[in-house]
């Protein structure tokens, strides 16, 4: 009794890993793979005297080195609403063609994506533009 309730248990087990093994594998082949976050922001996250006319430049990568296409969005900090300012960037900067308000806090943010639709997008980040003329 004792042996057959053993028997049973190791089957249980194994089966139970083998469920487990054929779950996580990709059964279909795909090219799903994640982008990194983009890191590394210029002006950099809490700059406090970031020119009225930034380059906004950011880092980011795919782990296959597929092609990356970029989004940006920027509003002001104090009412939280982002814009859309350029898409389909094949380039990891944007150059500002408006000038910002001086001694004013904004946000931005990057949305990455791959010609496969795998997207990432990094939290929030700040600046707040320099209190002088351009």
Same mark, same amino acid.
Request: one cysteine or more; hydrophobic letters at 40%; charged letters at 15%.
């Given at each position: 009794?004792?042996?057959?309730?053993?028997?049973?248990?190791?089957?249980?087990?194994?089966?139970?890993?083998?469920?487990?093994?054929?779950?996580?594998?990709?059964?279909?082949?795909?090219d799903?793979?994640?982008?990194?976050?983009? %890191?590394?922001? !210029?002006?950099?996250?809490?700059? +406090?005297? #970031?020119?009225?006319l930034?380059?906004?430049? &950011?880092?980011?990568?795919?782990?296959?080195e597929?092609?990356l296409?970029?989004?940006?969005?920027?509003?002001?900090?104090?009412?939280?609403?982002?814009?859309?300012?350029?898409?389909?960037?094949?380039?990891?900067? %944007?150059?500002? !063609?408006d000038?910002?308000?001086? +001694?004013? #806090?904004?946000?931005?943010?990057?949305?990455? &994506?791959?010609?496969?639709?795998?997207?990432?997008m990094?939290?929030?980040w700040?600046?707040?533009?320099?209190?002088?003329?351009?």
């Amino acid at each position: 009794m004792k042996r057959s309730l053993t028997l049973r248990l190791i089957t249980l087990t194994l089966a139970l890993l083998f469920l487990f093994l054929i779950a996580c594998t990709d059964s279909d082949d795909s090219d799903d793979y994640y982008i990194f976050v983009p %890191y590394n922001p !210029t002006p950099f996250d809490g700059n +406090g005297a #970031a020119p009225r006319l930034p380059l906004l430049s &950011w880092q980011c990568s795919h782990p296959e080195e597929y092609p990356l296409y970029y989004e940006v969005y920027m509003g002001l900090e104090e009412d939280g609403i982002l814009h859309n300012l350029a898409e389909d960037l094949p380039h990891a900067y %944007y150059q500002m !063609t408006d000038t910002l308000e001086a +001694g004013t #806090a904004y946000i931005w943010r990057v949305i990455a &994506w791959d010609s496969l639709g795998n997207t990432s997008m990094n939290q929030l980040w700040h600046f707040t533009t320099a209190d002088t003329p351009i």
